[in-house]
């Protein structure tokens, strides 16, 4: 016998009291379930100040753990078992006590995408949407930033007067970002010579350089609202075409590779979903320590943005 899979998600959600939270990336499959959609910024303030009694994350492990370091009293779940974001490894509590013993004047910024032992070793931490606005308020001059490069050299060209290290190096970023080239833009803009680029800041700095914008996925959503202009070429993760075309019917969405695709955001499904919020699976936990350690260079970024 099959079941109708959304309406026992909504079932469960009002029975358990869930709010569910939904990244940008995600498949629209999920559309019909989620409470609210966003980037890791918006997710992070609304996990912030949920009277939820559990809190479903749709998106990836390093999201699910900030939700539950801004909401420790909550239970939090996560869609679907392990779906670990392979940048948020790539940044370890030994290399970043490395970089604080070289660099000991320096301030200590990680990006969100961050397992929660490197955030516990963080003065702040920030978004692709905040942080060069976080930065830029900053009273050191030294800023120990990680693990994004991309996103690194982005803010060092939006805030000159800081001299920003990256952290582990000019190795650190995403894979799904990182496959983009200059060849896909061309060759879509020759398609579609009248759209307007935008640009993730995890994508290479050529593309940055070359795009008509460089945006967060936040950024990316408001944009079709503030400029008249039709067609875009989006230069993210796959599901953030899908999640502009549902929000802006009326007009066109190009991805610049149809292979940016997140295979860690792909394994959130409506059935895993329903088999988390069933039977309580894919509870998040910290350290107690990690965790309070980690939640002031996250208040700190709130408060700042
Ligand atoms: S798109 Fe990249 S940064 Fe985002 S979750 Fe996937 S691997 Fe991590």
Redesign the pocket.
Known sequence: MSIDLVSEILRLKEEKDYVILCHN?SSPTLYPIADYFGDSLGLSKLAAKTSASRIMFI??T?MAETALILSPETMVQQASSSPH????AQLKQEQIKEFIEKYPEAAVVTYV?TRAEAKALSDVCVTSANADRIISQLDEQQILFGP?ANLAAYVQKRVPEKEIIPMPGPRGG????RQFKLEHFEQVKAQHPDAISMMHP?ASTVLQDTSDYVLSTGGMERLPTEIDAQEFIVG??IGMVDRLAHLFPDKNFYPLFTGGI?Y??KKNTLYSLYEAMAFDRNVVRLDPDILLRATAPIERMLELS
């Open positions: 990336y998106g990836v390093f974001c392979p940048m948020a995408n994004d995403c894979y799904v970002h995890e993210t993760e997140c860690q955001q």
